[in-house]
Structures are given as C-alpha cells and as structure tokens.
C-alpha cells in the first residue's frame, strides 16, 4: 500500500516484530540538507521498507528509495536530470558499539530512544548517493561552456624553441 504521507518517526522493533512495511511518497522540499545540494527541490522520494526480525534477532529493514533530482552539472553549471534508485539493506541499532559488530550486508542505523526519523534516514541514503561530480551528455551542454571544457582549445600549439646551449656544445666539439 502506497499512502502519500509517511509517519516522521517510527518504532524498527515494533515494525521488525510485526513483520509491517512502510510504503509511500516523501516531497524533496522537506528534505534541506539535500536541496542544499541539488539545483532544484522540486520532486519526491518514493519509499519503500520491509521490516523484519532476523535469525540473529537484529532488528531488519529492506527496501528501495527511488527519485529523480536536479543536480548541477560541472561542466555548464546548468541542470541536470539524475535518477536514483537505492536498495537499501538496514540494521538497526542503539549504539556505535552494536553498530561496528553488524556484518557487512546491513548498514547500521543508530536509533534515537528506540526511535527513528524517517525523513532524516531517507535524506543520509540519498545524499551518499549522489555523484560526486555530474556532467551532461557533451550534446546537452550549454555550446559555450563546452567551448572552454573541451580538451582542444583555440590556443596556440608550443613553438620547440632551440636549446640555448646547443651553440656551446658546437664549439666543444671543434
């Protein structure tokens, strides 16, 4: 089930526990440290978390964040379109000490008095998805900023000045 607004904080052991998922629709806008980021917080995240108690009795969450965001492209410093489409693999956890003992396939999620905010766990998985660097296809680029960032410029190639010592090494040799 897909609903449009999400709770802002929820209870991993209650929702592990009863095996429920979370499932809906979470504006850009609301997420600041990541439009602070992006060109635009025009948008939304598509979320989507199973829960569940594993083998171990960790408290599991699996599921996937989709988006579409506007970051700016190096080259232009114009827009550019940039789908993300995270698989998420979560453990959850009451400190740092549990965090480092987690295997490798979940990443821990430290909660706060048995609580998380969803929207701050969404906006941590997206900003350490974006591209460190992002750049247009070289077509879609403004013409004028690809004039500068092209490997081949209008200057001119190095003249080979002759060597200064050459006239010393001619007398050596008489």
Same mark, same amino acid.
């Given at each position: 089930?897909?609903?449009?607004?999400? &709770?802002?904080?929820?209870? &991993?052991?209650?929702?592990?526990?009863?095996?429920?998922?979370?499932?809906?629709?979470?504006?850009?806008?609301?997420?600041?440290?990541?439009?602070?980021?992006?060109?635009?917080?025009?948008?939304?995240?598509?979320?989507?978390?199973?829960?569940?108690?594993?083998?171990?009795?960790?408290?599991?969450?699996?599921?996937?964040?989709?988006?579409?965001?506007?970051?700016?492209?190096?080259?232009?410093?114009?827009?550019?379109?940039?789908?993300?489409?995270?698989?998420?693999?979560?453990?959850?956890?009451?400190?740092?000490?549990?965090?480092?003992?987690? &295997?490798?396939?979940?990443? &821990?999620?430290?909660?706060?008095?048995?609580?998380?905010?969803?929207?701050?766990?969404?906006?941590?998985?997206?900003?350490?998805?974006?591209?460190?660097?992002?750049?247009?296809?070289?077509?879609?680029?403004?013409?004028?900023?690809?004039?500068?960032?092209?490997?081949?410029?209008?200057?001119?190639?190095?003249?080979?000045?002759?060597?200064?010592?050459?006239?010393?090494?001619?007398?050596?040799?008489?």
């Amino acid at each position: 089930m897909l609903n449009d607004s999400l &709770p802002k904080y929820f209870d &991993p052991r209650r929702e592990a526990n009863h095996e429920l998922s979370i499932s809906g629709i979470l504006p850009l806008n609301q997420l600041k440290e990541l439009c602070a980021a992006l060109a635009s917080d025009v948008g939304e995240v598509v979320v989507h978390l199973d829960f569940k108690v594993d083998e171990d009795r960790r408290y599991i969450a699996t599921g996937n964040l989709k988006s579409q965001v506007q970051i700016i492209c190096q080259r232009c410093l114009g827009p550019v379109s940039y789908d993300l489409d995270i698989d998420l693999s979560l453990a959850f956890v009451y400190d740092e000490d549990h965090a480092k003992k987690i &295997p490798e396939e979940y990443d &821990p999620v430290v909660m706060t008095n048995g609580e998380v905010v969803l929207s701050k766990l969404v906006e941590e998985e997206l900003l350490l998805a974006l591209p460190i660097v992002a750049y247009h296809q070289e077509s879609g680029c403004n013409p004028a900023a690809l004039k500068y960032a092209s490997s081949t410029d209008d200057a001119e190639d190095e003249v080979i000045k002759p060597n200064p010592f050459s006239i010393l090494a001619e007398l050596k040799a008489k």
